[in-house]
């Protein structure tokens, strides 16, 4: 009997349009390091910034993706990490929408200290909590593209610990303002610190611990 009404109450469902309870998750495609490389804001370069986000997706069980890290590169043949990504949807560990394609990540995404985890799932510490970390290395604008060459917005291409300044966001979607640059998870402000922004010291000193973003480009 008890059989029976499962089965009644699964094709009332059905014929209702209700998605069922048990619905697949969908596959993880977007994460936060969960450490970063402890070389400050010197990643090996975007090569050195991609393997670190396979490993720790092939460490975390998603294996058959490409992972790219969300970076830009300053200079000649700069690279804006709006490019790099492939063309979504992305999923965070818990098959929670971060956005449906690049115009949805840069205009109205779901990134947020609840929705932007690590590859194992847990939230990044963010704002309040002790030790802050939601500075997260971009190098990038607002909508994914190099800055001119010039000024140092990478640390040198993602290759110096020491001189150099890199551009950060906010994964938590707070500052110390609220004001568009404050509530950026893309681009709030440059590193600093006494090193000048781009040791370890220099990250954790504006909040931060050299941590990416990292996207299943494929």
Known sequence: MMRAQILGLAVVAAVAGVAPAMAQQ??????????????????????????????LAEAAGVRGRVWRAYLSTQGAGAVNARDRIGTGPWYNAKGELIARSVA??????????E???????????????????????????????????????TCSNWTSSTTGAAMTGHHDRVGLSDTPAARSWNMSHPTRGPDGGCSQADLRSTGGAGLFYCFAAR
Do not use: W, Y
């Open 26 to 55: 969908q596959p993880m495609s977007f994460f936060i390091t969960s450490v970063g490389l402890g070389q400050g804001a010197n990643l090996g370069g975007l090569a050195g910034a991609d393997a670190h986000c396979q490993r």
């Open 104 to 113: 949805e990540l840069h205009g109205n995404s779901h990134i947020g200290k």
């Open 115 to 153: 929705t932007a985890l690590t590859e194992r799932g847990a939230i990044v510490p963010g704002r309040g909590d002790q030790p802050n970390q939601h500075d997260i290395l971009t190098g990038s604008t607002d909508q994914g593209m190099a800055f001119p060459a010039g000024e140092d917005r």
